[in-house]
């Protein structure tokens, strides 16, 4: 998960023309640049294409006209064994975190002697910050010590070593030198009792590894910590013997991506740009289920089952962020009050009102929402981590919002702390009170802010997804689906009439009434049934019993395309007009406008507020639609109104 | 898969780890041919191909490869196992 760098999405198809095309303008940037290259470097790359990336990045900084949005970072690298691998990948993923990272390398295992060498290129290269990239083996910890006192002295050698690589340089480096902890050695000598005999190599390179952090703590070198890395990849899959026999490289090169973006994600933290908010989706994200739907009892949440505890961790996982200075916002596509429910009045929320800084629930696209959580907290959007669990929004803010974080999800909600975390969006290289007190700081400016909301380019995602609308009449396949939804939408449903499987199947058959399901499957998959018909012909007009939707699927334009189906069936039925009723529920308050929308005019009002509305089919013409309309569910004109 | 196939998998492969636009390669090719091919981008290379067939090299086969051929040649014994 951690080692295939699994938050970040494939890279895509066209990786190399996009790179060549960035290349040829990197002397003269073209329009959104930077957003192009954030795209094409915020992938899983291998360690060749992170290569073709750190070209990119040189070329880019020596074109100098390079947008504003990029850092830049003199980075030196010494250190033991084959440095050349690191370099690289460094600068590669330097470019996913905005940096234009200038690698000067050190020579092949000689970090003391260009330390002590002060006039030497690295002295000179007026470097911002050194990484020492130390090698068990070189410090001489890989070999178990022959007493007590030669395995004191060995630890101590190693971190007096290490010292004075870090002095040497430090009047020549201009703010931070990190330095690594060092994985321990897989193969025991002992065995389990290497961890109490403090003569073996694992208890020795235990205690450098604590010495380092206590080194660390007084501020005086930012600690990398590799060790946790390696071991939470797997020993055994890090190091790579006959690497380091053949070419003295310090670990598997399979490895050299995470560890590239591992050491870029904090020379980023050192320059300010780690992420500052974590934005929530709220639906299957932070409780399973569709409070719109399922209601504070029917959403899972909590000790019991596997899915709610799931979820409850998720929770978890982002108070505890929330208590180190994230400051969380929510960012949902439903109604607010709906939304704010299960945070009034579900007993197993860990997360509170109060935590949340921003709280945007509405039915605008999520560009626009994050656009409007950045404005209110005054900070960037490039500020921003966006946890979604629906892979279509995922690509819809990527593609829109390039500088948002978006961390790819599985399908198991018990691994979204996991991914979320293993990103290290948030990476800190100190922490103090004021840091403590930062969430609740960006939430009192935000509660004298206003939510700004704005719509980005809708149409052209829309098109990015090919959809495929399929149209179909409810036979018995589709029939258990469509009684279900019919039975459980509360949201988009503008009628909210209920019916049975067995009356679904006696409609089918009613001559008078007109059954359709419609399908949507977009390039990131199927989504199902997702919209339920039910027309009903009274004298010229086919009167709209039953329009349900799901909400996964609103801003795609397929009412629209919904629309149109019940046209055409109106018009092969000889019909005139198309009448609609809104009945007003607790939970469908997002459709009142719904006939509005596409053109219908009111006629009139039925007692318990309910709303009619038609449509002249005279005046009614076709929209274009970003999407593909497969419909065969209009059948043939029924003659006896024909007649 | 035939030595034919690997050979054009195996080009496409050098490609990318050479970061060249193009490149020709036949059985002939060797490191000398090819400004890019170091020791270092070597590695890569053997890792590269590692991923792409899913297998593993020893040490010992890959000191032994002079050309492009024998690594084709390692790669279909390789694979055939």
Redesign the interface.
């Known amino acids: 998960m951690l080692s295939d760098l699994a938050w970040l999405p494939a890279p895509s198809a066209d990786f190399?023309e996009r790179l060549?095309a960035l290349r040829a303008e990197a002397a003269q940037p073209g329009e959104a640049y930077y957003e192009r290259v954030l795209t094409l470097a915020t992938a899983a790359l291998?360690?060749?294409?992170l290569?073709?990336l750190a070209?990119l990045a040189g070329s880019v900084a020596e074109g100098g006209a390079a947008p504003a949005q990029f850092g830049r970072v003199k980075l030196g690298v010494v250190g033991d064994g084959?440095l050349?691998?690191l370099a690289p990948v460094i600068a590669g993923s330097g470019l996913r975190h905005g940096l234009l990272v200038d690698v000067v390398e050190g020579a092949y295992g000689s970090a003391v002697q260009q330390a002590m060498d002060t006039f030497g290129p690295l002295h000179r290269a007026r470097l911002d910050m050194l990484l020492v990239a130390s090698d068990v083996r070189a410090l001489g910890l890989s070999r178990a010590a022959d007493s007590l006192a030669d395995a004191e002295a060995r630890v101590a050698g190693a971190l007096a070593q290490l010292k004075m690589v870090v002095d040497g340089f430090r009047p020549s480096v201009g703010a931070a030198i990190l330095v690594q902890t060092v994985p321990p050695p897989i193969e025991p000598l002992f065995g389990s009792f290497d961890r109490v005999e403090p003569t073996s190599s694992y208890a020795m390179v235990t205690a450098f590894n604590a010495r380092l952090a206590a080194w660390a703590s007084e501020g005086q070198v930012v600690l990398l910590d590799i060790a946790r890395l390696a071991e939470t990849i797997g020993l055994e899959r890090w190091d790579a013997p006959?690497?380091w026999?053949?070419?003295k490289?310090p670990f598997a090169?399979?490895m050299a991506p995470v560890y590239g973006d591992v050491v870029a994600r904090t020379v980023a933290a050192l320059r300010g740009r780690a992420k500052k908010c974590l934005v929530l989706d709220l639906d299957n994200t932070l409780w399973g289920g569709v409070i719109g739907d399922d209601g504070v009892a029917g959403i899972q949440l909590g000790q019991g089952s596997a899915a709610g505890e799931a979820f409850l961790a998720i929770q978890q996982t982002a108070l505890e962020l929330r208590r180190r200075g994230v400051v969380l916002a929510v960012c949902s596509k439903n109604e607010e009050a709906a939304a704010l429910l299960p945070f009034r009045e579900h007993p197993e929320m860990v997360l509170k009102e109060d935590h949340i800084a921003v709280f945007q629930a509405n039915w605008t696209d999520k560009a626009a929402n994050l656009r409007a959580i950045a404005e209110t907290l005054n900070i960037g959007i490039d500020a921003l981590v966006f946890l979604d669990d629906n892979p279509a929004e995922r690509a819809q803010v990527r593609r829109e919002l390039p500088v948002v974080a978006v961390p790819e999800l599985p399908d198991e909600p018990a691994l979204y702390p996991r991914l979320l975390m293993a990103a290290g969006y948030f990476e800190a290289v100190a922490f103090t009170q004021d840091d403590r007190d930062r969430a609740a700081m960006y939430q009192a400016n935000a509660a004298r802010a206003a939510a700004v909301q704005a719509s980005g380019d809708l149409d052209s995602y829309l098109a990015s997804l090919d959809m495929v609308c399929t149209i179909r009449p409810v036979d018995a396949v589709s029939r258990p689906r469509v009684a279900q939804l019919i039975n459980k939408s509360n949201q988009f449903n503008l009628t909210t009439r209920r019916y049975t499987e067995a009356q679904v199947e006696a409609a089918e058959r009613d001559p008078d009434r007109h059954l359709a399901q419609i399908r949507l499957v977009d390039r990131f998959g199927d989504n199902g049934i997702i919209c339920v018909l039910i027309g009903e012909r009274r004298g010229d007009a086919l009167e709209i019993d039953t329009w349900l939707m799901s909400c996964r699927v609103l801003g795609r334009r397929v009412q629209e395309a919904a629309l149109d189906h019940l046209v055409r069936v109106a018009r092969t039925a000889g019909a005139r007009q198309l009448v609609g009723r809104y009945i007003p529920s607790p939970k469908n308050a997002m459709v009142a406008g719904h006939y509005a929308s596409l053109g219908f005019a009111p006629a009139g009002e039925e007692p318990g507020g309910t709303t009619v509305w038609t449509l002249d089919l005279a005046d009614y013409t076709s929209p274009e639609l970003p999407m593909v309309i497969d419909d065969t569910a209009v059948g043939a004109p029924t003659p006896e109104l024909q007649a | 898969m035939s030595s034919a196939e690997i050979l054009n998998e195996l080009r496409e492969i050098m490609i990318d780890v050479f970061d060249v636009d193009d490149l020709e390669v036949t059985p002939a090719t060797t490191a000398e041919d090819v400004e890019e091919w170091d020791s270092l981008s070597h590695v890569r290379l053997v890792v590269a191909v590692e991923r792409k067939f899913k297998i593993k090299f020893k040490n010992s086969e890959i000191e032994a490869l002079k050309s492009v051929g024998d690594l084709v040649n390692l790669i279909e014994a390789k694979t055939a196992a």
Do not use: W
């Not at chain 1, 291998?46 to 294409?49: F, I, K, M, T």
């Open positions: 190399r060549r291998d360690e060749n294409q290569g073709q070209r084959t050349s691998l006959r690497h026999h053949a070419s490289l090169p399979e």
